[in-house]
């Protein structure tokens, strides 16, 4: 068993909160196939990284921007059967609305449709793809979060499940727990996270005056 103490949690959405994984690479492979580009090229860079991170990659600069816009127009598509991952409902129930945030390389709508049909909560304090200069592994995201929120990045611990976002929430300065929901524990362990657990069914929370502990078993 394992004790975290803090002040706040910052969640990742995608593979974290939600099953979107499966669709999330069917819409790459769609958008990849159509611009002729190599659809595994792409999956292997693009989990936990903003899509326009990724396109940069792959496309001039001038069209990167109407990509994205496809592309998610393309995800906006595929959102039906998106389904909240194993004790998500539960532990965002169980928090305080001031103690938790989600940081995302999703966009904005894209992911309150996803957490919608997943039957989640949309939290207060929502950093997405287009709040940021900079996207995973960069920690701006958690940095910001962490500020609306009122809490030291030390304070908070970031719940991850790609490595793009293991390393963001390390560099804020931030606990780290991987859920290897996405991805092969092997990918995840030796990155410097407290802990990786198969999903969130490995933990229990306790509120108290002071912060949040969260039980691992």
């Keep these: 068993a394992m004790h975290i ?3 706040a949690i910052l969640f990742d959405i995608d593979g974290t909160l939600v099953d ?3 669709a999330v690479e069917r819409t790459w492979r769609v958008w990849a196939e159509a611009h ?3 659809p595994e090229a792409v999956l292997e860079v693009s989990h936990g990284r903003r899509s326009q991170d990724t396109i940069a990659m792959f ?3 001038e069209r990167v921007d109407a990509a994205v816009d496809e592309l998610e127009e393309l995800e906006l598509a595929a959102v039906d059967g998106t389904l909240a991952l194993p004790a998500t409902g539960e532990l ?3 928090l305080p609305a001031d103690r938790w945030a989600a940081v995302t390389s999703g966009g904005r709508r894209l992911m309150c449709e996803r957490l919608a049909v997943a039957g989640l909560p949309v939290p207060d304090v929502l ?3 287009e709040d940021v200069s900079v996207g995973k592994p960069d920690p701006q ?3 910001m979060a962490a500020a609306a929120l009122g809490h030291p990045p030390r304070r908070c611990l970031v719940v991850e499940d790609a490595p793009a976002g293991v390393r963001a929430g390390l560099a804020a300065g931030a606990t780290v727990l991987a859920v290897a929901t996405s991805h092969e524990r092997s990918a995840l362990e030796g990155l410097g996270a407290a802990a990786v657990v198969d999903d969130l069914t490995a933990c ?3 509120t108290t005056t002071e912060g949040l502990e969260l039980f691992l078993r």
């Design 5 to 7: 103490n803090v002040d």
């Design 20 to 22: 979107s994984t499966p």
């Design 36 to 38: 002729g580009v190599d």
């Design 59 to 61: 496309l001039p600069s």
């Design 92 to 94: 965002l129930k169980a």
């Design 127 to 129: 950093v997405a793809a």
């Design 141 to 143: 995201g958690y940095r």
């Design 204 to 206: 229990a929370l306790r």
